[in-house]
T-cell receptor, first 109, second 115 residues
C-alpha cells in the first residue's frame, strides 16, 4: 500500500462543475502539499497545509490531521484547470517528500 | 524575481555514460531538493541540500549523487547510466526547506533519455 493515496486517478468534468480530489496518507507529516503539473512537466505549488483550510481564488484545500486526509476542491471549473494534481507530504521532522500518484483532470467546455 | 532554472532541459545519453544536471534556485533560497519522475514510479524524492550539506536522501542507489555550492546552486550526477534512469529530473528550491517554511518552487525539469 502506498503511503500517500489519491483518488480518483482520472476525472472528467464539464466547465463550471465543482471538483473534489482526495488524498490520504499513512505517515506522520509536518506538511501536506497540493501541486499542479501541466503537460510538458512544469510543477506549481498550489498549497502547503499543516492544519485547517486554505483558499486561493477558486481553489480550496482542507486537511484533517486526525483522519490523515486532505481534499482539494475546485469551484466553477474551467478548461484551463486541466492538469495533473499531485498530493505530497513532508515526512515529519525531515525535508523528505512522498508523492501520491496524481489525479488527471480534464475539464471540457 | 527569477524562478528556478534547470539545465540542460533535454539530453540524450547512452548506457554506461554519466550525466550532470544543474539547478539554480531562487535568489535567497538555501534549500534545493531533487526528484525523479517516471511514468511507472511517478515522482520520487532523490535528495535535499541545505547550505552545502545533504540533509535528506531518498532510496536511490549510490550512482545518484549531488552537491550544493556556496551560492546555493546544486548539481546532481548519475553515473553508469541505465535505461531505467530515463526520466524527468526536477529540482525545487525553498527558503529553508519544506519542514520549515514549506512552499516549494519547481524548475521546468531536465528530461533525460538513456539509449
Amino acid at each position: 500500500k502506498n503511503e500517500v493515496e489519491q483518488s480518483p486517478q482520472n476525472l472528467t468534468a464539464q466547465e463550471g462543475e465543482f471538483i473534489t480530489i482526495n488524498c490520504s496518507y499513512s505517515v506522520g507529516i509536518s506538511a501536506l502539499h497540493w501541486l499542479q503539473q501541466h503537460p510538458g512537466g512544469g510543477i506549481v505549488s498550489l498549497f502547503m497545509l499543516s492544519s485547517g483550510k486554505k483558499k486561493h481564488g477558486r481553489l480550496i484545500a482542507t486537511i484533517n490531521i486526525q483522519e490523515k486526509h486532505s481534499s482539494l476542491h475546485i469551484t466553477a471549473s474551467h478548461p484551463r484547470d486541466s492538469a495533473v494534481y499531485i498530493c505530497a507530504v513532508t515526512v515529519y521532522n525531515t525535508d523528505k517528500l512522498i508523492f501520491g500518484t496524481g489525479t488527471r483532470l480534464q475539464v471540457f467546455p | 524575481k527569477a524562478g528556478v532554472t534547470q539545465t540542460p532541459r533535454y539530453l540524450i545519453k547512452t548506457r554506461g555514460q554519466q550525466v550532470t544536471l544543474s539547478c539554480s534556485p531562487i535568489s535567497g533560497h538555501r534549500s534545493v531538493s531533487w526528484y525523479q519522475q517516471t511514468p511507472g514510479q511517478g515522482l520520487q524524492f532523490l535528495f535535499e541540500y541545505f547550505s552545502e550539506t545533504q540533509r535528506n536522501k531518498g532510496n536511490f542507489p549510490g550512482r545518484f549523487s549531488g552537491r550544493q555550492f556556496s551560492n546555493s546552486r546544486s548539481e546532481m550526477n548519475v553515473s553508469t547510466l541505465e535505461l531505467g534512469d530515463s526520466a524527468l529530473y526536477l529540482c525545487a528550491s525553498s527558503l529553508l526547506g519544506t519542514a520549515n517554511t514549506g512552499e516549494l518552487f519547481f524548475g521546468e525539469g531536465s528530461r533525460l533519455t538513456v539509449l
